[in-house]
Nanobody, 127 residues
């Protein structure tokens, strides 16, 4: 069984930065595409950023492109989301997600494309 645990959320003012981490525990889980999604109040879960199995490819939603980066730190921390220039509209619960299939390139942008999920970490940006 694979468990994903997010950390690094918190409350910041607009323009600030946060760094979210996704730690893997349980069985060995390495070499799979990873992604970050978020879900704001009353909204559907939406794709934020994705990274390929080796970190060589990344993708971002238009709303965060140029402000957020995603990277792989290690097998235990396969998805780091660095969030800069935060805006109030970035307020949401952020979820780490892991693909169940090894593949080239980044994974999909739909929640249905991912099998493993963390419980989420709250990010609140005040104006």
């Amino acid at each position: 069984q694979v468990q994903l645990v997010e950390s690094g959320g918190g409350s910041v003012q607009a323009g600030g930065s946060l760094r979210l981490s996704c730690e893997v525990s349980g069985r060995t889980y390495n070499g799979y595409p990873m992604a970050w999604f978020r879900q704001g109040p009353g909204k559907e879960r939406e794709f934020v950023a994705g990274i390929s199995w080796n970190g060589g490819s990344t993708s971002f939603s238009e709303s965060v492109k140029g402000r957020f980066t995603i990277s792989r730190e290690s097998a235990k921390n396969p998805a780091i989301l660095q969030m800069n220039s935060l805006r109030p509209e970035d307020t949401a619960v952020y979820y780490c997600a892991g693909d169940a299939a090894q593949k080239r390139g980044v994974g999909g942008t739909s929640p249905q494309d991912y099998y493993y999920w963390g419980h989420g970490t709250q990010v609140t940006v005040s104006s």
